[in-house]
Each structure stands twice: as C-alpha cells, then as structure tokens.
C-alpha cells in the first residue's frame, strides 16, 4: 500500500512537528502518495473522551473513519493512540450493528457513512508488514552499525486483542527486527513491555507519572543503550519531555529518544538540522556522537575483519554458553569480546588476556546458524596481538624456538632408542627461518 491517508492526531502536528517532519521524508523515501483530509478531529483519546461519553468517544472515531472511507483510501497513523482508538471502534462497530446504525443516522447529516471495510494501519506496520525489512534496509546509506538501540512499543500499539493483531501482544519482535535492518543491534531488557506510564500525568497522578519513566529509563541507562525508540507521540513525550524533567531535578538520566521515522530518516541520510532533532528537550548529541565515532571505528575494524559478519554475530549471541571454556571458567565470555570489538574497543581487548582462552576447538563455529563462529576472529585478535607485542610470552618464545628449530619441541632421543626407534633427520629450522625473513624483506620492499 503506497498511497492512502495519512492520520497525524493531534498531538504530533502540536507538540512533536520534527516526528511528522522525518515520517513525511521517509514516506516520500519510500514512495508513499499520501493524502491528508480536511475534517479531521481528535481521534477521540480513550482515556479523556470515552471516560465521559462512549457514545462520544465511538461517533467520533466512526466519523474520521467515514472521511477516510469517502475518499476512497485507507488509512496510516504514525500514533500508538489513533491507532488504537481506530481500532478499537471498528472492532466494536462490527458487532455492535445497532450502535453503528445509530452513528451512521447521525453522519448521514454531513453524508458520511461509516461502513468499516476500510484498512487502519500503524506507521510501524506499514513499513514491517507493508514495505518489509528488505526494502527498508536497501534505502540506508549510512548505517547505524555499531549502535545499541532499545525500542518502546507501547501498549496501544499491540492491544488490545482481538482488537489489534499484527503482532505479539506480549513478546513483538517487528519494529526491532526493522532497528536492526537499519544495522543497529537491538537490545533486549527486562521492562521493554512496561507501560509508559504518561497516561498517569492526563490524571494528575505527576509522580507516578515520573517513577514510570524514571523505572525504564535508569535500566536503559545501566544497559548502555545509545537511544531509546518510540513508535507513539505520547511515549516519546514521557521519555523525553519528562526525562527532561528528571534532570532539571538533578538526576542522573540521559538516553536519548528518537522516534523510528527519525531513526531511519537519519540511516537514510537525512540531516538532524532537517529533521529538527534539535528542538528535543533531551539532547541527542550523545548519540550522534557516539555513530560518528562507531563509522571510524567501523574502518578500523574493516583492516582485518568482515565488519557486516561482526556486526551480525554480536547481535545473534546464539552461541553464548555453548563455549567449552565457558562452562569451566565463567570469566570468559566471547560474546562479550565481539561486542567489544564492534564498541571500538580493539586495543583493550587485543590487551585482554582473556581472548587467549580461545581454544579454537571450533564447536562455535559448527553451531552457528550463519557459519559465521568466532574462532577466526579471535585467531585474528590474536596475530593482532603478538604484532602488537601485547600476547603472552610463552606465544612469541615458542615462536621463537620455531623459527630457530623447525619444530616446537627436541625428540627424546633415549626414549626412542629403548622403542628402537632410528634418530629422526635434521630440522629444517634454518630453512623455514630463511624463507620468513625472505617474506619480511618482501613485505618491505611492498
């Protein structure tokens, strides 16, 4: 679906135009003819409108809808509340024929009519259901590899059942599997499905409110995440706005909020002044900050590994605790190690003497689902190392007898003897000493 109308809500074009600014470049990015309608009102919001009068809250969502309806188009909202609301009506609408009747007699005074056979889309399953991952990421010039991104989904946009059904109501994966298309990697944590909490400010209930905020955001915080993704207006102002409260009252919180239009407005290109990211209450500086430095550190990387496989194998972790060595010594954790290295941290691990537990036993690479494993990497952190002179010296001395001998340890010639056992030829280790240096000289001259 490429042309339909789009719904902003109210509180988007009032408090948030930098979120329709970089939805509207990523419709236009993506080749979306979209249409806005004149009538429009509130969606109506659940908590204000259907609290006082369902008749009210029901008339109005049937009547936006019938707009749409008479235009010949569906409909795409980039808001966790219209879409619900939307869908909640519709839902009721269909089997409650005697109250849509009654709607209906009431909009046939501006010769609408609500018949229910049009589609009610949320922006975020617009892209992952209607556009797809695949050409989302195609669209990306600068990815945001390297990146930890957490994601808000927000309540209203996966329930209720059977009302809303796109995706998992308690364990979604869409909006970051389209994070992730973008390059980042997604970071799971233990209150991804707690409410927001805003609704609780709508009542007058300010410090409750905050503690919502405050819960998710300082776990975020110990998480490390670079950003935190919202796909809801009033998600993005609990997060930001109050966060921005939090800190005028001294607390130690700052994760930025992007809202997923501008995350991917950004992968595709566009620039934070276009977009306006400026006009956030908690800066996003840090976190582009932090994208340049992982594009330089990408580079690096790119000197000795395929950063695309790297990438990918510190987002999986499949293979966390299939690692021999882990299950006896719990202090070595490869993954760790990996997303070490994609955090632009190569000369504390190469330091580390932890990546020479590496066995290279290769039972991760058997295991893994991509053949990717991490038993080349770390034989690659580890030629890294000993050019570097930071690898154990029990490495570069018997390196050292084996340029001298050609073997890495003397024959017990009286052990032989008593197998009778002929003495073994000369070693070759002047030769093989010989042929590397003829290599060094060669690399020189290179």
């Known amino acids: 679906m490429k042309e339909f109308a789009v719904f902003w809500g109210c509180t988007i074009p009032a408090r948030f135009p930098f979120i329709e600014k970089s939805t509207r470049l990523v419709f236009d990015d993506l080749g979306a003819k979209v249409h806005e309608l004149e009538g429009h009102t509130c969606c109506p919001e659940g908590t204000l409108v259907k609290a006082n009068d369902e008749n009210a809250f029901y008339t109005a969502a049937a009547r936006n809808l019938a707009l749409v309806e008479k235009a010949g188009l569906d409909v795409v909202t980039p808001c966790n509340g219209c879409y619900s609301t939307f869908k909640e009506a519709s839902s009721h609408l269909r089997t409650h024929w005697r109250v849509k009747d009654e709607i209906n007699t009431r909009l046939a005074r501006e010769e609408l009519e609500y018949k229910g056979d049009l589609q009610i889309t949320h922006f975020a399953e617009w892209l992952s259901d209607q556009m797809g991952t695949g050409l989302v990421a195609s669209k990306v010039v600068k990815p945001l590899w390297g990146m930890r991104i957490a994601v808000h989904y927000g309540c209203h946009l996966l329930r209720p059942q059977p009302a809303v059904r796109w995706d998992d109501p308690l364990h979604p994966t869409k909006v970051e599997a389209m994070v992730a298309a973008l390059g980042a990697r997604v970071i799971d944590y233990s209150t991804k499905m707690q409410c927001c909490g805003g609704a609780l400010d709508r009542v007058g209930e300010r410090d409750a409110s905050l503690a919502f905020a405050r819960r998710k ?193 003397k024959p017990k010639e009286g052990a032989r003897k008593k197998l009778g056992l002929s003495p073994l030829p000369a070693t070759g280790g002047d030769v093989i000493a010989g042929l590397l240096s003829a290599c060094e000289d060669e690399g020189d001259e290179e």
């Open 217 to 409: 955001l300082a776990e975020l915080q110990r998480e490390q995440v670079d950003a935190l993704v919202v796909v809801c207006p009033s998600c993005f102002q609990q997060f930001d706005l109050n966060q921005a409260a939090l800190q005028r009252n001294n607390e130690d919180i700052h994760v930025p909020v992007l809202y997923l239009s501008e995350l991917i407005s950004l992968a595709y290109g566009h620039t934070p002044e276009e977009i306006g990211l400026g006009m956030h209450r908690v800066s996003v500086d840090p976190f582009l900050e932090k994208w340049g430095d992982r594009q330089v550190d990408k580079e690096k990387l790119a000197e000795y590994f395929d950063v695309s496989l790297l990438g990918k194998c510190a987002s999986c972790q499949a293979c966390k605790d299939d690692c021999p060595v882990c299950k006896v010594d719990t202090t070595f954790q490869p993954t760790e190690i990996i997303e070490a290295l994609v955090r632009g941290k190569l000369d504390d691990v190469i330091n580390d003497t932890q990546l020479w537990k590496c066995l290279e036993c290769y039972t991760c690479h058997e295991l893994c689902h991509s053949e990717i494993g991490m038993a080349d990497t770390f034989r690659k952190l580890k030629e890294i190392a000993m050019a570097a002179g930071t690898g154990p010296d029990s490495v570069s001395g018997a390196y050292k007898q084996f340029l001298e001998q050609g073997t890495l340890g």
